[in-house]
């Protein structure tokens, strides 16, 4: 769920018998060059495995999942696991609003007000500027951790109360900003109209008709010991096990949990028009203009970007202890699904441009000095185990504990010292400037992501 941000393995013979069938469909040079992907990928990301599925010709022509699903006992991860999914759960909630319109229920110009009428601005905000990300609604979850405050339980109308009744964070229609608090609002709209809860809706008219047997809605289903287990670290540090976000948090914004395999039936369905009637997906799939006339690269719950000549749906997920890509070249016929058990690995978007290329015929920041001169101020006490507290705001400071200080000091000593700091780009998210630095040792590069608050302190460090 976090930014989208975005905004992202041997033979088929190891695989439950169904997916040895569907393997077989590649050529077994691709299929070999593909573990040689994903096993190069998971030792340099040291992520504990990734789940793949692949689509061509409207088939799952190849499944598979790679290395340790659970690490202690250890456990083979297997193609049947469950993986959270995250944000990649706006895509099934985007549809879900878009079969509500072919049903005449409802229109993307139907302003939040109709249903919800007491949040900020609702008579100025459509359900396409949700969906799109331009209602101006600030962002509840634009850290790349838990809060204490998330690992308590919530619902929908508590998220919405608090960060859908502030002022917004720009007019609407007038800027894109990635913002969950848009899809909690969705979610509770198409509740409004169905009368049943979403999850119930998305079931029905999605997951049962495309048979994704596996998915499960993390508001009410914790995974289990057969599937795969979320895991964090700091820096380079040991993986430890991730702390969940409490009941109710991830909603419709980042709900779902299922297969590589099921994802990639929801791809086939965009890519043969199963559900969506083709006016539908021209809708889900037209990149959103701003008022001014500006496009984005944000549709309906996906991004679209050309990939030389090709159109591409591309979207990526993060809860706690998963990242995950989704990319669909719907002229291609072809969608690559890759699922990972790690905070902030850079394995799913590594491992998805690789498997394409076998597949497929900075803004200004005035405060960018100061800002590098703080991490690296940091950085350096992170070394020694130590931080400035007087720097964070109460999240940060409860999210560095001894644990933290201590794997931080540890496994960046042994890096040697860094050869540069220096910052790759800057966005908005939640209200916050979102910093993204690279730190270069003389064999390893790190991703530092920050946040800072008004008025300078940080809310987020973490070097992954």
């Known amino acids: 769920m976090r930014r989208f941000q975005l905004f992202l393995s041997l033979c088929a013979a190891v695989l439950f018998a169904a997916a040895s069938e569907l393997a077989a469909q590649l050529p077994s040079t691709t299929a070999v060059k593909i573990d040689e992907i994903a096993a190069k990928e998971l030792t340099a990301s040291g992520a504990p495995s990734a789940s793949i599925a692949i689509v061509q010709g409207g088939k799952v022509v190849y499944e598979k999942a790679?290395?340790?699903?659970?690490?202690?006992?250890?456990?083979d991860a297997k193609a049947e696991m469950r993986y959270c999914i995250g944000s990649?759960?706006?895509?099934?909630?985007?549809?879900?609003?878009?079969?509500?319109v072919q049903d005449g229920k409802l229109?993307?110009?139907?302003?939040?007000?109709?249903?919800?009428?007491?949040?900020?601005q609702s008579g100025d905000i459509t359900i396409r500027q949700l969906l799109s990300h331009t209602s101006g609604y600030q962002d509840y979850?634009?850290?790349?951790?838990?809060?204490p405050f998330m690992q308590k339980p919530v619902t929908a109308e508590s998220i919405l109360d608090q960060?859908?009744?502030k002022p917004l964070d720009f007019e609407p229609g007038t800027r894109w900003q990635y913002s969950n608090t848009n899809y909690v609002v969705a979610g509770r709209i198409v509740e409004q109209v169905t009368g049943a809860p979403f999850f119930a809706f998305l079931a029905k008219r999605i997951l049962q008709p495309l048979e994704m047997t596996s998915a499960i809605d993390l508001s009410e289903h914790m995974l289990g010991p057969m599937d795969a287990a979320g895991y964090t670290r700091f820096a380079l540090g040991p993986p430890r096990l991730a702390q969940p976000e409490g009941r109710g948090w991830l909603y419709a914004a980042g709900e779902l949990a299922m297969t590589a395999h099921d994802l990639a039936l929801w791809d086939i369905s965009l890519i043969e028009h199963q559900l969506l009637k083709p006016a539908s997906l021209e809708l889900m799939t037209t990149p959103a203009r701003l008022r001014n006339g500006t496009p984005t690269d944000y549709?309906?719950?996906?991004?679209?970007?050309d990939d030389e000549g090709h159109p591409k749906l591309v979207h990526g997920g993060a809860v706690s202890g998963f990242v995950s890509l989704n990319t669909v070249w719907p002229d291609q016929g072809t969608a690559v699904v890759v699922l990972v058990h790690e905070d902030g690995s850079s394995a799913p978007q590594s491992i998805t441009g690789q498997i394409?290329?076998?597949?497929?015929?900075?803004e200004e920041d005035p405060q960018a000095e100061k800002a590098l001169q703080q991490a690296r101020q940091i950085f350096d006490g992170l070394l020694e185990g130590k931080i400035d507290r007087t720097l964070l705001t109460p999240n940060a400071d409860a999210y560095f504990t001894d644990q933290v200080l201590e794997d931080a000091s540890a496994s960046l000593k042994a890096l040697g010292p860094p050869e540069s700091l220096s910052q790759?780009?800057?966005?908005l998210r939640g209200g916050m400037t979102y910093r993204h630095f690279r730190i270069k040792f003389k064999d390893k590069s790190l991703h530092l992501g920050t946040l800072t608050v008004p008025g300078g302190k940080l809310e987020q460090y973490l070097i992954q």
């Open 141 to 147: 979850y634009p850290q790349d951790y838990v809060a």
């Open 88 to 100: 990649v759960s706006k895509q099934l909630l985007a549809g879900a609003v878009l079969l509500l």
């Open 107 to 120: 229109s993307l110009d139907d302003r939040v007000s109709r249903y919800l009428p007491n949040l900020t």
């Open 66 to 75: 790679y290395g340790h699903a659970r690490l202690d006992p250890a456990v």
């Open 356 to 362: 394409a290329s076998l597949l497929l015929t900075l």
């Open 299 to 305: 549709a309906l719950g996906v991004g679209v970007l």
């Open 163 to 165: 960060w859908a009744k």
């Open 424 to 427: 790759t780009s800057v966005e």
